[in-house]
């Protein structure tokens, strides 16, 4: 055999397998529903109207001209909301005259029982520049189903009931739309520079 058929049986070989796998991965696609219903990136955000703890309405347009940062949880939580509030509390003061600049939204998942009022006192052990929203059980909802946010009342053994609910921090850019979780476990001025980046 010469020697320039044996170079090419190879390659020959090599193209008909990388053929193969590519017709089965159309297959694959196909059988699984077609190319054309490739499940596109979900979306994270969307309209809502809630009114803050000094009884202002807001929405999905107050949002917009400066990056934001919303957290969900509720005024009864024993833990893990004070420790983010806190936690975002020492971001934004590290901020200093650019907080001003920011949204920072704390939403309440828990409409039974929070209130403007409840809100207003709750938030004043924090940052003065983080804002609470309160609505009701349909707009909590609404709000909850459109940035993906799990919130379920889980009752104890007194009667009461606490919440169990997504902690993320979720930073929204000047248009209002969804950048990426917000990782405030680290120093309160890396954390600063950060959220700067999208002044």
């Given amino acids: 055999m010469p020697a ?3 170079t090419i049986r190879p390659l020959v070989v090599v193209a008909a397998f990388a053929g193969s796998l590519i017709v089965g991965l159309v297959v694959v696609l196909w059988l699984l529903g077609g190319l054309q219903k490739i499940a596109a990136p979900a979306t994270i955000g969307g309209p809502f109207r809630l009114t803050d703890q000094n009884g202002q309405v807001v929405t999905e347009q107050s949002l ?4 934001t940062l919303i957290f969900f949880g ?8 004070p420790t ?7 971001v934004l003061a590290a901020m200093g005259p650019d907080a001003d600049r920011v949204n920072a939204y704390f939403v309440s998942v828990d409409p039974e029982r929070d209130t403007p009022a409840s809100m207003k006192d709750y938030l004043s052990s924090f940052d003065p520049h983080l804002k609470g929203l309160v609505g009701t059980p349909e707009a909590t909802a609404k709000i909850e189903k459109s940035y993906r946010v799990y ?11 606490t919440m169990d609910h997504t902690a993320l921090i979720y930073l929204m850019d000047k248009s209002g ?4 979780p917000f990782n405030i476990k680290r120093k309160p001025e ?4 950060d959220l700067k980046r999208y002044l």
Avoid: I
Wanted: aromatic letters at 10%.
């Fill in 177 to 180: 739309n969804f950048v990426a």
């Fill in 151 to 161: 919130a379920k009342k889980v009752p104890l053994k007194d009667g009461d009931y």
């Fill in 84 to 90: 983010s509030l806190f936690e975002l509390s020492q």
């Fill in 4 to 6: 320039e058929a044996k």
């Fill in 74 to 81: 509720f005024t009864r939580c024993p833990d893990v909301c």
């Fill in 64 to 67: 917009k001209g400066k990056p």
């Fill in 190 to 193: 890396d954390a600063a520079t």
